[in-house]
Nanobody, 128 residues
Framework: QLQLVESGGGLVQPGGSLRLSCAAS????????IGWFRQAPGKEREGVSC????????NYADSVKDRFTISRDNAKNTVYLQMNSLQPEDTAVYYC?????????????????????WGQGSQVTVSS
């Protein structure tokens, strides 16, 4: 079993920054592609970004491209989502999730069915 724990959320003013962390533990956590998803009240969960197992492939939603950066530190079993220039529309609960399929060499931001393990979520609120 793989456990994922998000941290780093909070309240920030528009234009501010936050860094989310997704700490993994359990069965060989470094061998999983990781995705970040978010869900705002009354909206469907959407894929924000993802990173492949080896970290060489990343993908971003158009709404966060050039503002968010995903990275991983396999030595620390942690994936990060650096969020800059935050806007009120970024307000949501952010979840990280792991894709355990070793045949997936890349990552998918849109195919949620790939992700078998999910964290509990971290609230991000952007407000003045």
């Amino acid at each position: 079993q793989l456990q994922l724990v998000e941290s780093g959320g909070g309240l920030v003013q528009p234009g501010g920054s936050l860094r989310l962390s997704c700490a993994a533990s359990g069965l060989t956590p470094n061998y999983y592609a990781i995705g970040w998803f978010r869900q705002a009240p009354g909206k469907e969960r959407e894929g924000v970004s993802c990173i492949s197992r080896n970290g060489r492939t990343t993908n971003y939603a158009d709404s966060v491209k050039d503002r968010f950066t995903i990275s991983r530190d396999n030595a620390k079993n942690t994936v990060y989502l650096q969020m800059n220039s935050l806007q009120p529309e970024d307000t949501a609960v952010y979840y990280c999730a792991a894709d355990p399929n070793p045949n997936h060499l890349s990552c998918s931001r849109s195919d949620r069915s790939r992700y078998k393990y999910w964290g509990q979520g971290s609230q991000v609120t952007v407000s003045s």
